[in-house]
């Protein structure tokens, strides 16, 4: 099903979730650097970028899984307030990438959903398996399926499984890093409508980290660009896939292949030689066909242009071409 227009974010009030100057460094070198955006409730918001560029990372500090030798800077707040250890699992739920070794072999679908449900509150068993059995239902996975372990089920009702698990505690976030990528082209589409409409029903933010920039265009209301650890630009999906503001989300547009390929693991990145890291300036600079001097030696800041977020000195308008 095509999904409806976005509500416009101006007309949503208090954030639901903020990332305010994000800060992810190992041993002194930062990979995430002062990423900041919004997710707000009910809304879908996809992270992009070439392999590198902080969104994994970024997601993972939003459900406290970041690698124990990482420094973490920046603040995650949850309807304003640091979102908390209780905060995982139930407000903010996690669907994996690899819905296999997501589930666990050895127990019955259901008694791994009802487990996850105990875990965060006081319930009955019957009532846990209940809950348990309306959250597989949900994603269209009946008693025979509840009742079986996760080796019997296919890809897709394993990825439909874990989809269950992630809303069965009504989580008010969904944070879901690249969740169909085992999946062929059919069924990854159907997984991430199926996902999108589900966290629809459920009320539940999207928050989205994908490569499949089609994808992205279908499902999400808002796209956030990352390249080199921050934001390059920040808004409607429908705005940014087609006429960005971003050189180097140009650049990454341009990059996508024309022909229909196999299904890539990685989004291909725009032609010439990435900065290095730690150099000044904007990070896109010596590949960027706009870059001037200042460019070189100041690294813009995001800021409002045109209705929409961008991290560039010399950003497109609306209308220009490339
Ligand atoms: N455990 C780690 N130790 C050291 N550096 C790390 C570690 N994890 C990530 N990084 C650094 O952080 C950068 C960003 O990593 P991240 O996984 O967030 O990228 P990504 O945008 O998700 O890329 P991909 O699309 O390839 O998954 C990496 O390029 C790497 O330099």
Not at 192 to 218: F, I, P, Q
Not at 234 to 254: I, Q
């Amino acid at each position: 099903m095509p999904k409806p227009p976005p509500t416009p974010p101006r007309s949503r009030p208090e954030p639901l979730l903020t990332v305010d100057g994000l800060r992810i460094s190992f041993s002194g070198t930062e990979a995430v650097r002062g990423v900041t955006f919004e997710v707000y409730a009910g809304e879908v918001l996809a992270l992009v970028g070439e392999s590198g560029a902080g969104k994994s990372l970024t997601a993972r500090a939003l459900l406290g899984m970041v690698p124990r030798a990482a420094t973490v800077t920046g603040r995650v707040l949850l309807r304003g307030a640091p979102v908390t250890p209780a905060d995982l699992g139930r407000r903010i739920a996690r669907i994996p990438q690899d819905a296999q070794s997501a589930l666990s072999p050895v127990h019955r679908v259901e008694d791994q959903l009802a487990l996850a449900a105990r875990s965060v509150r006081p319930l009955r068993r019957a009532e846990a398996r209940a809950l348990a059995r309306r959250a597989l239902a949900e994603v269209g996975l009946g008693p025979e399926a509840a009742a079986a372990r996760p080796h019997a089920l296919s890809g897709g009702m394993r990825q439909r499984a874990v989809i269950a698990t992630a809303l069965v505690n009504g989580p008010e976030l969904v944070v879901a890093d690249e969740p169909t990528t085992a999946l062929d082209p059919e069924r990854r589409e159907r997984i991430l409508t199926l996902l999108r409409e589900r966290c629809a029903d459920a009320g539940a933010a999207l928050l989205l980290v994908s490569h499949d920039l089609e994808a992205v265009r279908r499902h999400a209301d808002r796209v956030a660009v990352l390249h080199a650890g921050r934001v390059a630009e920040l808004g409607p999906a429908a705005r940014v896939l087609t006429r960005p503001a971003a050189p180097y989300t140009r650049g990454l547009l341009a990059a996508l292949p024309t022909e229909d390929l196999p299904h890539r693991s990685r989004l291909p990145a725009p032609d010439g030689t990435p900065s290095v890291p730690g150099a000044p300036g904007c990070a896109f600079a010596p590949r960027c066909p706009r870059a001037t001097d200042r460019c070189r030696a100041e690294e813009p800041d995001l800021r409002t242009a045109a209705g929409h977020r961008v991290a560039c000195h010399h950003p497109y308008t609306e209308g220009e071409a490339a």
